[in-house]
């Protein structure tokens, strides 16, 4: 049984290595020329107005967060419709469309808690 698991684990030990080699190469050969113009914030070649470095709030990311984790979860209706079909040849329909609700549905719950808490909201 180990021996089905062989190649994806040398691929994963390759991917790995492989990493750790082209990380170790860029710090061996990259430039390391640190100069005050590099260390300047860059807005579009514009002089930047105010400093470089700013204090963001934690809404920011927050938001941030929940749209990506409702984006991803979005993702996966395409699949799920495609599949569809195939599932309503075979019987298995009602199943895959209650198993859809039931995912909505716990998507719905997390979306109406956060709603809840104010998460969404932005002063």
């Given at each position: 049984?180990?021996?089905e698991?062989?190649?994806l684990?040398?691929?994963?030990?390759?991917?790995?290595?492989?990493?750790?080699i082209?990380?170790?190469?860029g710090?061996?050969?990259?430039?390391?020329r640190n100069?005050?113009r590099k260390?300047?914030?860059?807005e579009s070649?514009m002089q930047?107005?105010?400093?470089?470095?700013r204090?963001?709030?934690?809404?920011f990311?927050?938001?941030?967060?929940?749209?990506?984790?409702?984006?991803?979860?979005?993702?996966f209706?395409?699949?799920?419709?495609?599949v569809?079909?195939?599932f309503?040849?075979?019987?298995w329909?009602?199943?895959?469309?209650?198993?859809?609700a039931?995912?909505?549905a716990?998507l719905l719950?997390?979306y109406?808690?956060?709603?809840?808490?104010?998460?969404?909201?932005w002063?």
């Amino acid at each position: 049984m180990t021996s089905e698991y062989l190649p994806l684990a040398i691929l994963f030990l390759f991917a790995v290595i492989l990493a750790f080699i082209v990380v170790a190469l860029g710090h061996l050969f990259g430039p390391k020329r640190n100069t005050q113009r590099k260390a300047a914030p860059y807005e579009s070649g514009m002089q930047p107005i105010g400093p470089g470095t700013r204090r963001i709030s934690v809404r920011f990311y927050l938001v941030a967060v929940l749209f990506i984790l409702f984006d991803i979860e979005v993702v996966f209706f395409l699949p799920w419709a495609v599949v569809l079909s195939g599932f309503a040849k075979i019987g298995w329909g009602p199943f895959a469309l209650v198993e859809m609700a039931v995912f909505i549905a716990i998507l719905l719950v997390g979306y109406f808690y956060a709603w809840k808490k104010g998460a969404l909201e932005w002063e």
